[in-house]
């Protein structure tokens, strides 16, 4: 049948769970959330990061497609911001269908991308209740991080846009910039193990992001470690004579606990795989390390302060060993970065050697 507002779209469901996703993790929670919160409902994902495209399998969604983001991917010609912002309103509304109630899924609701779908996509979809809903997104989900004046007054100026486009209709709020404050947000979900400061009424934990990689019956899986590289030596966050002692070990630690093999992930930035060693499996990905970490088991995985740690973490089973070596020889800016670094890798699991 036709909507209203001119799209065609089957009989109307009942609940249409819509997540944004902009990060790997984010869209791993987002199947979580799909299968263990809004079995049922309509799943509909909708992603506005170019990087995300090779880990969606369009088949676990019932629709699913890239939105271009409004600020770098503007429509050309005059006022092409603000017409991509109508344009993207019109595609997701296409993509949902018509629904009574309308659950909005994202990691942040203060940017323009995100923020507009709160007022117009209800109205679009013929929706009679709208619940907003806040995804994990790692480390950077640990904290608050409260609006500030500017950010406030931006919220004011982007409310403008409704005299021009009615349906661009900013919903302004205060408090911690994600939206967990605001009156619109009534569930914010955390990754397990990771520490949080948002309200607990709100919260709710995740089950682990990704099935166990054995049964308890069954051994952990291959005698085969990761070592995530970083550039160390070569961006002064270690001499190179404590990068070299820093592998030497990370290589006792493997053969105290009779882990002969070795897939090293290098980074972009660290062509001269500093911690790597002959012998060692180099792994070249056509996926994120995070989605390649999410099917494939290893008994241990190790670094020095790389973040894919702290996922790594969050996703592995608790009898993976997650590792940070050489902090006492790493550089850096200062103390208190030092004592804040290991207060959030700690609290996250990882153990620091």
């Known amino acids: 049948m036709n909507g209203s507002d001119g ?82 309103i019109r595609q997701v509304a296409e993509l949902v269908g018509r629904c009574e109630e309308l659950v909005i899924h994202s990691a942040v609701f203060d940017t323009e991308a995100i923020n507009y779908f709160l007022r117009a996509l209800p109205k679009a979809c013929g929706a009679a209740t709208m619940h907003a809903r806040i995804l994990p997104d790692g480390i950077i989900s640990i904290r608050r991080y409260p609006l500030s004046r500017t950010k406030r007054a931006a919220q004011v100026l982007r409310k403008l846009r409704r005299l021009a486009a009615p349906e661009l209709d900013y919903w302004c709020f205060d408090g911690d910039r994600i939206g967990s404050d605001a009156p619109f947000c009534d569930r914010i979900y955390v990754l397990p193990g990771l520490p949080h400061e948002y309200p607990e009424d709100k919260t709710l934990r995740l089950p682990p992001l990704v099935a166990g990689t054995a049964r308890p019956d069954e051994p952990v899986g291959p005698r085969r470690a990761l070592l995530i590289g970083q550039p160390l030596a070569g961006t002064g966050l270690l001499s190179a004579s404590d990068r070299d002692a820093v592998a030497a070990e990370m290589r006792e630690w493997l053969a105290r606990h009779d882990i002969a093999e070795v897939d090293y992930k290098g ?9 790597s060693m002959p012998g060692d499996r180099i792994l070249e990905l056509d996926e994120p390390l995070e989605v390649w970490m999410s099917h494939t088991p290893y008994a241990a995985v190790l670094g020095v302060r790389s973040s894919a740690l702290l996922f790594a973490r969050q996703l592995y089973d608790s009898r993976t060993p997650v590792l940070a070596f050489g902090w006492q020889h790493v550089r850096f800016k200062s103390e208190a970065e030092r004592r804040d670094m290991a207060r959030t890798f700690r609290a996250c699991g990882v153990e620091l050697e």
Not at 17 to 44: C, H, M, N, T, W
Not at 52 to 68: G, I, K, L, R, S
Not at 267 to 274: F, N, T, V
Request: hydrophobic share 45%; no cysteine.
């Open 267 to 275: 980074h972009p930035k660290d062509p001269a795989r500093e911690l």
């Open 7 to 88: 799209f065609s779209t089957p009989d109307p469901a009942r609940r249409v769970a819509l997540y944004f996703v902009a990060s790997p993790l984010q869209y791993l929670a987002a199947k979580r959330i799909a299968e263990d919160f809004e079995a049922g409902a309509r799943q509909v994902l909708v992603w506005y990061k170019r990087g995300v495209t090779p880990v969606v399998n369009e088949q676990d969604w019932d629709a699913a497609a890239y939105m271009a983001w409004p600020r770098w991917e503007p429509l050309p010609g005059a006022f092409g911001r603000h017409r991509r912002l109508r344009a993207n």
